[in-house]
């Protein structure tokens, strides 16, 4: 199938994404977006079609797939780290946060400085991991190999942990 045939077959395929983008997001401008994503994935693995397949099912699924990755991009960065001994990740969502707590601003201020003192090889991969990027995104970011990455942020992590147990 050439590219123009793909691109029509998606035009002509694409109006009935919208009401599925809003059942999803239930917010037009968020469905705005996830159907422009969505399309430009389409687009981006037309090779992955399988001429003669269900294309509308191809696009629901991709749809899907990328609603469901960013709400889980969402729920990370809600996300924060104890630095207990125990190692325990919080959800902000589900604790009591006390705001406005001058000890608790204060801490925050030394976690992001430790995070910013980090050396910018590790730094780097480790803050957009932090804002919910796969391994493999920022391994496409930087232009790095996988298993780089996460050894980057994994030392990233020792020496933030060494750093915050010394407040």
């Known amino acids: 199938m050439g590219a123009l045939e793909f691109n029509q077959l998606l035009v002509s395929n694409a109006e009935f994404l919208k009401p599925f983008a809003i059942t999803l997001t239930r917010d037009s401008e968020e469905a705005k977006d996830l159907f422009q994503e969505t399309l430009y994935r389409a687009i981006a693995n037309k090779d992955k079609y399988n001429v003669g397949t269900n294309i509308k099912a191809w696009l629901y699924t991709i749809m899907r797939n990328i609603f469901i990755n960013n709400y889980r991009r969402r729920a990370k960065q809600k996300t924060i780290f104890d630095a207990s001994p125990n ?81």
């Open 87 to 167: 190692d325990y990740l919080l959800n902000n969502s589900q604790s009591a946060v006390i705001t406005g707590n001058a000890e608790s601003n204060l801490r925050i201020r030394d976690i992001q400085g430790a995070i910013h003192g980090l050396p910018e090889i590790f730094r780097n991969p480790f803050l957009l991991y932090f804002d919910g990027y796969k391994y493999h995104e920022i391994a496409d970011m930087l232009q790095e190999p996988l298993g780089t990455i996460k050894s980057r942020i994994h030392f990233a992590r020792k020496l933030l942990k060494s750093q915050i147990q010394q407040f």
